[in-house]
């Protein structure tokens, strides 16, 4: 029996598109602009490429005139054919895979499909960077590909970066997670696989990434509030330590080549027309190198439904001077123009706009004629069967095992011949690659992936997700009391949760839950309940039936989940993967409103808080679960006891006693505060496997809490030890946030803990001197 899907399957999966190769002519599109054989405009400054970038972009500029200016604010920006420049859509998506989401990306032809990583919530869980980085390559290959050949855009406005507060909101499966530290470092991965890894300056993109919704952005529509009319009112200590973390690191470390506001108004005013989000914080204490892009038609909600102002030339003004360079949508094309002959907005601040959008388009070589380092990309490198085998390794990682009674899983091929096979998504495609997907070079549903190992019989039981009936449960208790084992495959799709669709419940859909009771009662064999969901789901009462043997959570795991799916049932795979994600029980969202912003606990007024660094009520699941088929040990072999902190005497807060004094980040030597600490973690199983060390800080303040500072992805073969260091930098990793957003680092004893057992102090004394900061 062959359980390995990177030969066969693949080699299937890949007929069509190696037909449609053979067939594809690799000068399909024409140059963007700067065509060799357009003599009137070849030998212009903007198209020669040994000049500097600026220099090329201001030429350019200088030769529009105001309405050829005004007609590149939008998406699909207009060709200046006098000059030789093509049209453009800037719109293309790229979440996890090239995306048929937005009109910049086309299958079809040469190109039918490409590679359907699992969804980001489901890749967040593997806790691997490095996975996350490759993945980024692989998609912008496919993306380079695509454009080269007619099919894609080079902007591609992932990832989506915004926190899951809320288990309700419908996108939580298109974000890293709940943590801000897990969710900064995965846009600073996926952004450099996507980009090519360039850094500031002028340097090259191959494609170029979007980090969005900016900011505070994480409500849809919940209880006759939607996203277009939502005023977000956030603290300046949450948008610091929560909702911008992120963003900041996309520019500042991830180098993202964009950034989206979101619909939504920040504490009364829109984010898309805010300067100090945009012009002040984005472009002048970031520094970001790229342009600001709204998210679709944001200026014209502005305008139109949130009534920000009077009159539409006003509403293109605004947005501009705050900061906004590009519009996904057709308003600053109608109404800019007026705004500048009105004196609203000057022609240099159009410019200036200009000069963001065109500089990206630059560094991505559009102006460079038809050559380049990725001008050889084509059909032949889009669903390659090494790039197939990363989606199945992706999902493998992602998958989390929440529960295993008795060492149920692993199912044994010998010993489970028959397995039953029920529930809604038993033989899931399409659910699998949830929202913002494109079209997959193939599927493995779950039951194809179990019939590789095990006779399957299979039955729904439910039709569809939503499960409105009992009706078929009878048969499906039939088929699990003849088999070996069963296997229900439950959960949501994009019926129950996703853009525009917040959740209401989080409970599983329907008669799901009777049918997961009614299927275990009549099993003769261990019961696995297999989840696929976005966001969490009060699953209390399986967790707690003994009959229900073993519950995996595999999100969206993409084209190739089943397959995964059925390698870890069987124990091709150990499951490695940890929930980057608290599951509240359903009484939670009894007492949270999806408007309350708050992400820190006010036992006043009954409030209890969101996530697990400010939430410490029940929970079904909490942040970081997840076990392996193998044990591991971990031991802090060297770390720091004691860390002095260079500080001028006047940046010092607090009294005279050292330990209450709390040092600003801006006033100390951050470059000098790096903090190693050797880890060993051990495999004492019998099985190879992968372990996910999770490093958490508790400052000093007594009202502090946990929180996430490091983690790493380790591979351990059974019986063997490896050494891991982490380094974590106080300024970055160690800080508290104020009232005013304003970041310190406390005098005294942190407590840095690996994993749930072991804890290391740390203490902090401040060296008055005098130092350059």
């Given at each position: 029996?062959?359980?390995?899907?990177?030969?066969?399957?693949i080699f299937i999966l890949n007929i069509v598109l190696?037909?449609?190769?053979?067939?594809?002519?690799?000068?399909?599109?024409?140059?963007?602009?700067?065509?060799?054989?357009?003599?009137?405009?070849?030998?212009?400054?903007?198209?020669?490429?040994?000049?500097?970038?600026?220099?090329?972009?201001?030429?350019?500029?200088?030769?529009?005139?105001?309405?050829?200016?005004?007609?590149?604010?939008?998406?699909?920006?207009?060709?200046?054919?006098?000059?030789?420049?093509?049209?453009?859509?800037?719109?293309?998506?790229?979440?996890?895979?090239?995306?048929?989401?937005?009109?910049?990306?086309?299958?079809?032809?040469?190109?039918?499909?490409?590679?359907?990583?699992?969804?980001?919530?489901?890749?967040?869980?593997?806790?691997?960077?490095?996975?996350?980085?490759?993945?980024?390559?692989?998609?912008?290959?496919?993306?380079?590909?695509?454009?080269?050949?007619?099919?894609?855009?080079?902007?591609?406005?992932?990832?989506?970066?915004?926190?899951?507060?809320?288990?309700?909101?419908?996108?939580?499966?298109?974000?890293?997670?709940?943590?801000?530290?897990?969710?900064?470092?995965?846009?600073?991965?996926?952004?450099?696989?996507?980009?090519?890894?360039?850094?500031?300056?002028?340097?090259?993109?191959?494609?170029?990434?979007?980090?969005?919704?900016?900011?505070?952005?994480?409500?849809?529509?919940?209880?006759?509030?939607?996203?277009?009319?939502?005023?977000?009112?956030?603290?300046?200590?949450?948008?610091?330590?929560?909702?911008?973390?992120?963003?900041?690191?996309c520019v500042v470390e991830g180098n993202v080549a964009?950034?989206?506001?979101?619909?939504?108004?920040?504490?009364?005013?829109?984010?898309?027309?805010?300067?100090?989000?945009?012009?002040?914080?984005?472009?002048?204490?970031?520094?970001?190198?790229?342009?600001?892009?709204?998210?679709?038609?944001?200026?014209?909600?502005?305008?139109?439904?949130?009534?920000?102002?009077?009159?539409?030339?006003?509403?293109?003004?605004?947005?501009?001077?705050?900061?906004?360079?590009?519009?996904?949508?057709?308003?600053?094309?109608?109404?800019?123009?007026?705004?500048?002959?009105?004196?609203?907005?000057?022609?240099?601040?159009?410019?200036?706009?200009?000069?963001?959008?065109?500089?990206?388009?630059?560094?991505?070589?559009?102006?460079?004629?038809?050559?380049?380092?990725?001008?050889?990309?084509?059909?032949?490198?889009?669903?390659?069967?090494?790039?197939?085998?990363?989606?199945?390794?992706?999902?493998?990682?992602?998958?989390?095992?929440?529960?295993?009674?008795?060492r149920a899983l692993p199912l044994s091929p010998q010993?489970?011949?028959?397995?039953?096979?029920?529930?809604?998504?038993?033989?899931?495609?399409?659910?699998?690659?949830?929202?913002?997907?494109?079209?997959?070079?193939?599927?493995?549903?779950?039951?194809?992936?179990?019939?590789?190992?095990?006779?399957?019989?299979?039955?729904?039981?439910?039709?569809?997700?939503?499960?409105?009936?009992?009706?078929?449960?009878?048969?499906?208790?039939?088929?699990?009391?003849?088999?070996?084992?069963?296997?229900?495959?439950?959960?949501?799709?994009?019926?129950?949760?996703?853009?525009?669709?917040?959740?209401?419940?989080?409970?599983?859909?329907?008669?799901?839950?009777?049918?997961?009771?009614?299927?275990?009662?009549?099993?003769?064999?261990?019961?696995?309940?297999?989840?696929?969901?976005?966001?969490?789901?009060?699953?209390?009462?399986?967790?707690?039936?003994?009959?229900?043997?073993?519950?995996?959570?595999?999100?969206?795991?993409?084209?190739?989940?089943?397959?995964?799916?059925?390698?870890?049932?069987?124990?091709?795979?150990?499951?490695?993967?940890?929930?980057?994600?608290?599951?509240?029980?359903?009484?939670?969202?009894?007492?949270?409103?999806?408007?309350?912003?708050?992400?820190?606990?006010?036992?006043?007024?009954?409030?209890?808080?969101?996530?697990?660094?400010?939430?410490?009520?029940?929970?079904?699941?909490?942040?970081?679960?997840?076990?392996?088929?193998?044990?591991?040990?971990?031991?802090?072999?060297?770390?720091?006891?004691?860390?002095?902190?260079?500080?001028?005497?006047?940046?010092?807060?607090?009294?005279?006693?050292?330990?209450?004094?709390?040092?600003?980040?801006?006033?100390?030597?951050?470059?000098?505060?790096?903090?190693?600490?050797?880890?060993?973690?051990?495999?004492?199983?019998?099985?190879?496997?992968?372990?996910?060390?999770?490093?958490?800080?508790?400052?000093?303040?007594?009202?502090?809490?946990?929180?996430?500072?490091?983690?790493?992805?380790?591979?351990?073969?059974?019986?063997?030890?490896?050494?891991?260091?982490?380094?974590?930098?106080?300024?970055?990793?160690?800080?508290?946030?104020?009232?005013?957003?304003?970041?310190?680092?406390?005098?005294?004893?942190?407590?840095?803990?690996?994993?749930?057992?072991?804890?290391?102090?740390?203490?902090?004394?401040?060296?008055?001197?005098?130092?350059?900061?």
């Open positions: 029996m062959n359980h390995k899907y990177s030969s066969s399957t190696v037909i449609h190769a053979f067939a594809y002519s690799g000068d399909s599109r024409p140059p963007f602009a700067c065509d060799p054989a357009n003599a009137g405009t070849r030998n212009l400054p903007f198209c020669k490429a040994s000049l500097p970038i600026h220099v090329r972009v201001q030429d350019l500029i200088k030769r529009l005139t105001l309405q050829e200016k005004i007609r590149l604010l939008v998406n699909n920006a207009a060709p200046v054919e006098r000059l030789g420049v093509n049209g453009y859509e800037w719109w293309s998506e790229a979440l996890h895979g090239v995306s048929s989401t937005g009109p910049g990306v086309k299958f079809g032809g040469a190109f039918p499909g490409a590679t359907s990583f699992p969804q980001v919530i489901t890749t967040a869980a593997s806790f691997n960077a490095s996975l996350w980085e490759q993945i980024g390559q692989v998609v912008s290959d496919e993306g380079r590909a695509m454009y080269n050949g007619g099919a894609a855009g080079l902007t591609f406005w992932s990832p989506n970066v915004n926190i899951l507060r809320d288990p309700r909101w419908g996108r939580c499966q298109e974000t890293p997670g709940e943590d801000p530290h897990l969710v900064a470092q995965y846009a600073i991965s996926y952004v450099k696989g996507l980009q090519g890894g360039g850094g500031r300056g002028t340097s090259r993109l191959k494609v170029a990434a979007c980090c969005k919704h900016y900011t505070a952005y994480d409500l849809d529509d919940w209880n006759g509030v939607d996203r277009y009319h939502f005023n977000a009112k956030v603290s300046r200590q949450d948008l610091e330590d929560t909702y911008n973390v992120p963003f900041k690191a964009s950034v989206m506001c979101s619909y939504n108004q920040i504490n009364g005013k829109p984010s898309c027309a805010d300067p100090t989000l945009l012009r002040d914080t984005i472009r002048a204490q970031w520094r970001l190198n790229g342009y600001i892009v709204s998210d679709c038609d944001s200026v014209g909600v502005l305008f139109e439904q949130q009534h920000y102002t009077r009159f539409p030339e006003d509403a293109a003004a605004a947005t501009i001077k705050a900061g906004l360079d590009l519009d996904c949508g057709p308003f600053l094309a109608i109404h800019t123009e007026k705004a500048v002959r009105t004196g609203k907005v000057s022609e240099m601040e159009v410019n200036y706009a200009l000069a963001n959008t065109i500089t990206v388009q630059m560094r991505l070589g559009m102006f460079d004629g038809p050559n380049g380092p990725y001008a050889n990309l084509g059909p032949r490198d889009v669903c390659t069967p090494a790039h197939q085998q990363l989606a199945l390794q992706a999902a493998r990682e992602g998958i989390v095992l929440l529960k295993n009674i008795g010993r489970h011949r028959t397995v039953a096979v029920i529930g809604p998504n038993s033989d899931a495609t399409v659910t699998m690659i949830g929202n913002y997907a494109g079209v997959p070079c193939g599927y493995i549903s779950p039951l194809q992936g179990i019939a590789r190992y095990a006779r399957t019989v299979h039955q729904h039981g439910c039709m569809g997700v939503a499960c409105p009936g009992n009706q078929q449960f009878g048969v499906a208790e039939v088929a699990a009391r003849h088999a070996d084992a069963t296997v229900l495959v439950m959960g949501l799709d994009q019926s129950i949760e996703a853009e525009a669709r917040d959740r209401v419940s989080l409970l599983l859909p329907g008669y799901q839950q009777e049918l997961i009771s009614r299927v275990a009662m009549a099993s003769r064999g261990p019961v696995v309940l297999v989840l696929m969901s976005g966001g969490p789901i009060d699953v209390t009462f399986a967790k707690n039936d003994p009959r229900v043997s073993a519950i995996l959570w595999v999100g969206y795991p993409g084209q190739a989940g089943g397959a995964a799916i059925a390698d870890v049932l069987f124990g091709a795979a150990n499951p490695g993967g940890k929930l980057p994600m608290t599951w509240y029980p359903q009484d939670y969202v009894a007492k949270v409103a999806m408007t309350n912003m708050d992400m820190r606990a006010d036992p006043a007024r009954g409030y209890p808080g969101r996530t697990y660094r400010f939430y410490k009520g029940p929970v079904v699941f909490p942040f970081g679960a997840g076990f392996s088929y193998t044990r591991f040990s971990q031991s802090i072999v060297s770390a720091p006891a004691i860390v002095s902190v260079p500080t001028l005497i006047h940046s010092l807060d607090g009294n005279s006693t050292r330990k209450k004094l709390a040092v600003r980040t801006t006033h100390t030597n951050c470059d000098s505060l790096n903090l190693n600490l050797h880890i060993n973690v051990k495999n004492t199983g019998d099985m190879d496997g992968t372990h996910t060390l999770l490093i958490f800080s508790t400052p000093p303040p007594a009202n502090a809490t946990k929180q996430l500072v490091a983690f790493e992805k380790v591979h351990v073969p059974a019986g063997a030890q490896h050494r891991v260091n982490i380094n974590i930098n106080a300024c970055k990793h160690l800080t508290v946030a104020d009232q005013f957003g304003i970041r310190r680092i406390f005098m005294g004893e942190h407590k840095i803990h690996v994993g749930e057992d072991i804890n290391h102090s740390i203490t902090f004394h401040a060296s008055l001197e005098q130092i350059k900061v």
